[in-house]
């Protein structure tokens, strides 16, 4: 089939370690067409959602550090979602307004047959740090708000607490504010900007020192292994783009208690793919945008996760139109 990637420009991607890349590449070793587009390059005209698609051809051999793994292999056109066999959204965050209008877009789409995955109103409804506080059995701690007085209380009941932005990603605007932290009032004076801006407050999770672990779910079911992302030394963010180092492991019993607790949940709303932060015993971020850590599971341990998430793509594509 035909299948539509909504992803960032291609010659910005790591093709080495970029899960996009990835699920591309065993798509494509399984047959599939695929095609690639912008978030701007979607459109609506006539009542229809379209995109400006380019179809590109996945090199088999090629040096996936470089730039040449990748070839056009047509001309770019206009295309109605709908015509696709599955639509995949990867563009990475900010979670921004055109994102949103995005997802509306995908919802459209798919009210017009289009096969969506993960879809728009799955990902517009499940913000990435607020969606884990439906989940309170399995998390920290945690207060959301932008009251100065709640935070403070907060902080004063636990003495060590992590403070961090709504929309932040790759470990940006975290904090770690220990009892006796001079700086808490400007710390939560900038990231709440003075009062007008909701942040998050979790009680700080010692367990960090051996890694913030990603477990991804795919179709509802967990990889059997997670990518535990060990800080550097002093730092509190486990984050790969925050200086982490990625080390596969098999999955607790704790942590499959909580994949299999939230996985079944999730994926009947419509998100196919899911990447679990969980510290310790808890979950600390559910993120459903573009989960990652393909790559860096598959060349530790063996299994080949990208494999494993287009035979779950062409499984849903079965299912009703445009269901999951």
Request: aromatic share 6%; glycine share 10%.
């Amino acid at each position: 089939m035909r299948i539509l990637f909504i992803v960032d420009p291609l010659p910005g991607l790591k093709a080495y370690k970029d899960s996009s890349v990835a699920m591309m590449r065993a798509l494509s070793a399984r047959g599939h067409e695929i095609s690639v587009a912008l978030q701007g390059d979607l459109f609506i005209e006539g009542g229809a959602v379209l995109a400006r698609a380019e179809p590109i051809e996945l090199l088999a051999n090629a040096d996936l550090h470089g730039q040449d793994w990748w070839r056009a292999a047509g001309e770019s056109s206009d295309i109605a979602l709908s015509d696709f066999g599955a639509v995949v959204m990867r563009k990475d965050p900010p979670f921004d307004m055109e994102y949103v209008y995005s997802t509306h877009l995908l919802d459209f789409a798919q009210a017009a047959g289009a096969r969506v995955f993960n879809q728009g109103a799955a990902i517009r409804n499940h913000p990435e740090k607020l969606s884990i506080t439906e989940f309170s059995a399995f998390t920290a701690p945690t207060l959301v708000t932008r009251d100065m007085a709640r935070l403070r209380a907060f902080h004063a009941e636990h003495g060590d607490v992590v403070v961090k932005p709504l929309d932040g990603m790759g470990g940006m605007g975290i904090f770690r504010v220990a009892r006796q932290d001079p700086n808490l009032g400007a710390i939560l004076e900038t990231l709440t900007d003075n009062g007008t801006r909701s942040i998050m407050a979790q009680r700080y999770i010692p367990e960090i020192v051996k890694g913030d672990k990603r477990i991804l779910i795919i179709d509802g079911e967990p990889v059997p292994y997670a990518l535990a992302r060990i800080p550097l030394a002093g730092e509190s963010r486990g984050n790969l783009a925050a200086g982490g180092r990625g080390v596969a492991q098999p999955l607790s019993e704790r942590d499959l208690e909580i994949a299999r607790a939230i996985g079944p949940v999730l994926a009947q709303r419509g998100l196919l793919l899911v990447g679990l932060d969980v510290i310790g015993d808890y979950v600390t971020e559910i993120n459903v945008t573009s989960p990652t850590c393909f790559v860096e599971i598959t060349e530790q341990t063996g299994f080949d996760v990208a494999a494993r998430f287009a035979q779950a793509l062409e499984e849903a594509v079965q299912g009703p139109r445009g269901a999951v």
